[in-house]
């Protein structure tokens, strides 16, 4: 169960916070959200793929580590295997609370195993002043909250123009055993190379042509989770 | 001792049979150090043997280290853990001197291992003496790290890796049984529990053989003489000469005492110096006790005064405890004319000792095993030119090391004789007069200390010489190539600390995070 709290200088003072990255500590997940605005330096190491939520008829993005529930092929005994963690799973525990007047606020998931060690990073010094590592929290949290209400608006464009296709993808694995994954949607290459000029035009004014062709290039990264699940199963 | 005449040695005799006389510390990380550096795939594989007599009690020289060690251990291949669990080790990042200058209770400053931000010497002198505060926390982020007791490194670190530079304080009797165990066990160095009754020489003065009680004669291509203070070898055998540094530096004395400490408590991050009337007190804290004694000039302080010292010194901090039985050391600061003669090595105690205010002591066997490990000898006839370069070197490295002790003491404003007589122009080693002439108008720079193995770098000098209130140099001539940058460096630093202060653990809980993820589980019998 969560268990969120306002993050306050007086209640947190001495708190630490543990950034490792290990499956004890909640890095073993398949898929994290991630928002356009990011999607230029998520590319630069995972796919970026789009999930519909039937009952709200809404897309998310997703940033993928792995094919299966619980797989993170980035995460290696000795820590996460990439320059960049999408802001979503950086920012863990911490989330944006909305606080009266809709004020957006740091909350702090007290559920997290990253609570409550004696080793970690501190979120407060003993001014209270927010430590270098609260500062970048605050910022991540204000870019992917902005950023995840802006994101409506960019799947609205994605459909209005169609440029979304269900993928379907079989992947046979050096062990030669098939993995199909489904359930995913990708930017329609051909409806996209399509595209007439005022559409392009109304796309580029938006600020979305760049977040539609970084994903786009994402799923070059597919080839290097494909090898990295076969490098996993070679070491057993 | 009586010496044989043997038959001589030819000059492409080659050396592989080292024999290391004398256990503790020097002896066995001399041992480590060899066995573990050694070619096992060569055509001639170096044997190494330790003599260690079970009648003398080894002196634990020193609890505190240079940051050397970690990469002396690295090479003998003990783990970092296993290190810091089975020495009762703790981490040090520099030294603390309280009371050096003037005595008053604000007086005091940090020597950090780590040195100042990388900038032209005269730009960051001038820019600290226009910000003014401790220039030892204004050139680095270590000083507040050290002040909240964190420690350098997280355990999710490889190992021996820092953030900050550092080295340890440690049991030295456990060093010695750490190293005994991975010496024999796991790097095949021969053991031989017996007294040296004589050695056995040719008429052209090599050793041949060492002859002990009940194990026959111990023959060898080298000999370490390690055998601490008695200098079996170096000393009865060649009879080499012993300079005094006694003029120099007059602390002959220290009363030491451990005093266990509660569990939990905090564990400082570096050695306490706190001057006295006629010497200093060192305090060094490890996860279960802190070792603490006072380091006296019995020329100037008698036994007992120096007892009421330390005394006072224990209950400012522990009021209530017991007070255990102090132990007494006499020591003199002086070192060999030469280390090398013929085919022996004179390594620890043996080779001299000063002071202990830098911990000197064991950073001199590891510097020692390096000059000798990296250009060893593989045939008798290279061992006398080696033997030369080595005693240039660390006669060179010695005088370097008082210079650094009597700094301490000559910038001093302390009024009591013990101090005004460490300011008297005759105990001022010269080169140390030409240098502080030379720094009232330029700061410690590499062109004042052009080795390329410095035993102390110019920061040093540095942290020493503006923690003690030198005056800082005004702005010289000579344009710097780069003052802005320094603005800058100095703004990153303020930076850098606050990162470093809410990432890095105490020591406390790094060191018992340590003890209890290691500790075994606990079984229950049926």
Same mark, same amino acid.
């Given at each position: 169960?969560?268990?969120h709290v306002?993050l306050t200088?007086?209640?947190?003072?001495?708190?630490r916070i543990?950034t490792e990255r290990t499956?004890?500590l909640?890095d073993a997940?398949?898929?994290?959200?991630?928002?356009?605005s990011e999607?230029r330096?998520?590319q630069t190491?995972?796919?970026?793929?789009?999930q519909?939520?039937?009952?709200?008829?809404?897309?998310?993005?997703?940033?993928m580590?792995?094919?299966?529930?619980?797989?993170n092929l980035?995460?290696t005994d000795?820590?996460?295997?990439?320059r960049?963690?999408p802001?979503?799973i950086d920012?863990?525990?911490?989330?944006?609370?909305r606080?009266?007047g809709?004020?957006?606020q740091?909350?702090?998931d007290?559920?997290?195993?990253?609570?409550?060690?004696?080793?970690?990073?501190?979120v407060?010094?003993?001014?209270g002043r927010?430590?270098?590592?609260?500062e970048r929290?605050?910022?991540?949290l204000?870019a992917?909250?902005?950023d995840?209400?802006?994101?409506?608006?960019?799947?609205a464009?994605l459909?209005?123009?169609e440029?979304?296709?269900?993928?379907?993808?079989?992947?046979?694995?050096?062990?030669?055993?098939?993995?199909?994954?489904?359930?995913?949607h990708?930017i329609?290459?051909?409806?996209?190379?399509?595209?007439?000029?005022?559409?392009?035009?109304?796309?580029?004014a938006?600020g979305?042509?760049?977040?539609?062709?970084?994903?786009?290039a994402s799923?070059?990264n597919?080839?290097?989770?494909?090898?990295r699940?076969?490098?996993?199963?070679?070491?057993? | 001792?009586?010496?044989?005449t043997g038959?001589g040695?030819?000059s492409?005799?080659?050396i592989t049979?080292?024999?290391?006389v004398?256990?503790?510390t020097?002896?066995? +990380?001399?041992?480590?150090l060899?066995?573990?550096r050694?070619?096992?795939?060569?055509?001639?594989?170096?044997?190494?043997?330790?003599?260690?007599?079970?009648?003398?009690?080894t002196?634990?020289?020193?609890?505190?280290?240079?940051?050397?060690?970690?990469?002396?251990l690295e090479?003998?291949g003990?783990?970092?853990?296993d290190?810091?669990?089975a020495c009762?080790a703790?981490?040090?990042?520099?030294?603390?001197?309280?009371?050096?200058?003037?005595g008053a209770?604000?007086?005091s400053y940090?020597?950090?291992?780590?040195?100042?931000?990388d900038?032209?010497?005269?730009?960051?002198v001038?820019?600290?003496?226009e910000h003014?505060?401790?220039?030892a926390d204004?050139?680095?982020a270590q000083?507040?790290i050290?002040?909240?007791?964190l420690?350098p490194?997280?355990r999710?670190?490889?190992?021996?890796a820092g953030t900050?530079?550092?080295?340890?304080?440690?049991?030295?009797?456990?060093?010695?049984?750490?190293?005994?165990?991975h010496a024999?066990e796991?790097?095949?160095?021969?053991?031989?529990r017996?007294?040296?009754v004589?050695?056995?020489?040719?008429?052209h003065g090599?050793i041949?053989?060492?002859r002990?009680?009940?194990?026959g004669?111990?023959?060898?291509d080298?000999?370490?003489d390690c055998?601490?203070?008695?200098?079996?070898?170096?000393g009865d055998?060649?009879?080499?000469?012993?300079?005094d540094?006694?003029?120099?530096?007059f602390?002959?004395?220290?009363?030491?005492?451990?005093?266990p400490v509660?569990?939990?408590?905090p564990?400082a991050?570096?050695?306490n110096a706190?001057?006295?009337?006629?010497?200093?007190i060192?305090?060094?804290?490890?996860?279960?006790r802190r070792?603490?004694g006072?380091?006296?000039?019995s020329?100037?302080?008698?036994?007992d005064?120096?007892?009421?010292?330390l005394?006072?010194?224990?209950?400012?901090?522990?009021?209530d405890?017991?007070?255990?039985?102090f132990r007494q050391l006499?020591?003199q600061?002086?070192?060999?004319?030469?280390?090398w003669?013929?085919?022996?090595?004179a390594v620890?105690l043996?080779a001299?000792?000063l002071?202990p205010?830098?911990?000197?002591?064991?950073?001199?066997?590891?510097?020692?095993?390096d000059a +000798? +490990?990296?250009?060893f000898?593989?045939?008798r006839?290279?061992?006398?030119i080696?033997?030369?370069?080595?005693?240039?070197?660390f006669r060179?490295?010695?005088?370097?090391?008082?210079?650094?002790?009597?700094?301490?003491?000559?910038?001093?404003?302390r009024d009591?004789?013990?101090w005004?007589d460490?300011?008297?122009?005759?105990s001022i080693?010269?080169?140390?007069v030409?240098l502080l002439?030379?720094w009232?108008?330029q700061?410690?720079?590499?062109?004042?200390?052009?080795?390329?193995?410095?035993?102390?770098?110019?920061?040093?000098y540095q942290?020493?010489?503006?923690?003690m209130?030198?005056?800082?140099?005004?702005?010289g001539p000579i344009?710097?190539?780069?003052?802005?940058r320094?603005?800058?460096?100095?703004?990153q630093?303020d930076?850098?600390r606050?990162?470093?202060?809410?990432?890095l653990?105490?020591?406390r809980?790094?060191?018992?995070a340590l003890?209890?993820?290691?500790?075994?589980?606990?079984?229950?019998?049926a």
């Open positions: 169960m969560s268990d306002i200088a007086d209640d947190h003072r001495d708190l543990r499956p004890e909640g997940v398949m898929t994290c959200i991630t928002v356009p999607f330096r998520v190491h995972y796919p970026i793929l789009f519909l939520d039937q009952t709200r008829d809404s897309f998310t993005a997703l940033a580590f792995g094919f299966e529930p619980g797989e980035f995460l000795a820590g996460w295997d990439a960049y963690r802001l979503a920012s863990q525990p911490f989330l944006v609370g606080g009266a809709d004020v957006r740091v909350h702090l007290m559920a997290s195993p990253r609570i409550g060690a004696r080793e970690g990073t501190r407060f010094d003993d001014t927010p430590t270098p590592y609260l929290i605050a910022d991540q204000r992917l909250d902005t995840y209400v802006a994101s409506a608006d960019f799947f464009a459909r209005r123009y440029l979304l296709e269900p993928l379907t993808m079989d992947v046979t694995l050096d062990d030669g055993s098939k993995n199909r994954l489904v359930g995913y990708v329609d290459e051909d409806r996209l190379v399509a595209l007439d000029d005022a559409a392009v035009a109304d796309l580029h938006a979305y042509l760049m977040p539609i062709f970084m994903a786009l799923l070059g597919i080839g290097d989770l494909i090898a699940k076969n490098r996993r199963m070679t070491r057993g | 001792m009586a010496t044989n038959p040695i030819t492409d005799h080659p049979h080292i024999v290391i004398g256990g503790g020097a002896g066995w +990380l001399t041992a480590c060899i066995a573990a050694a070619d096992r795939d060569t055509a001639r594989p170096l044997s190494v043997t330790l003599v260690e007599s079970p009648d003398v009690a002196i634990g020289v020193g609890e505190g280290t240079w940051p050397t060690m970690r990469r002396t090479r003998i003990i783990t970092e853990t290190f810091l669990l009762d703790a981490f040090k990042q520099g030294s603390r001197f309280d009371g050096w200058r003037t209770a604000d007086d940090l020597h950090p291992f780590t040195a100042p931000v900038g032209d010497p005269r730009d960051l001038s820019a600290w003496s003014g505060g401790r220039f204004m050139v680095g000083g507040a050290c002040h909240h007791d420690a490194r997280q999710a670190m490889p190992d021996y900050l530079n550092y080295a340890y304080h440690l049991d030295a009797g456990k060093l010695a049984a750490l190293l005994t165990r024999t796991r790097l095949g160095v021969r053991h031989v017996d007294h040296v004589g050695i056995d020489g040719t008429e090599d041949v053989a060492v002990t009680r009940a194990s004669a111990i023959a060898g080298l000999f370490v055998t601490g203070h008695a200098a079996l070898l170096i055998h060649y009879g080499v000469a012993t300079i540094r006694d003029r120099e530096l602390n002959d004395r220290a009363l030491a005492v451990q005093m509660a569990a939990g408590s564990i991050s570096q050695t706190t001057a006295h009337a006629a010497g200093w060192w305090d060094i804290g490890l996860p279960t070792g603490i006072c380091v006296y000039s020329g100037h302080l008698s036994d005064a120096a007892a009421d010292t005394t006072r010194h224990i209950r400012a901090t522990a009021p405890a017991p007070l255990p039985t006499k020591f600061s002086r070192h060999r004319a030469k280390f003669e013929r085919n022996c090595l620890g043996s001299g000792f002071e205010l830098e911990a000197s002591a064991i950073v001199l066997i590891e510097l020692s095993l +000798l +490990l990296d250009n000898p593989s045939h006839g290279a061992m006398d080696q033997a030369t370069r080595f005693n240039t070197l060179y490295r010695w005088d370097r090391i008082v210079e650094f002790l009597k700094l301490h003491y000559v910038l001093s404003e009591d004789p013990y005004r460490h300011r008297d122009a005759a080693p010269p080169r140390l030409e002439a030379l009232r108008h700061p410690p720079s590499r062109a004042d200390f052009p080795m390329i193995d410095e035993i102390f770098p110019a920061a040093s942290y020493v010489l503006y923690g209130g030198f005056p800082p140099p005004t702005r344009a710097t190539a780069d003052r802005a320094t603005e800058t460096l100095l703004a630093i930076q850098r606050r990162m470093l202060a809410a990432g653990p105490s020591n809980a790094y060191l018992d003890r209890h993820t290691t500790a075994p589980a606990m079984e229950l019998s």
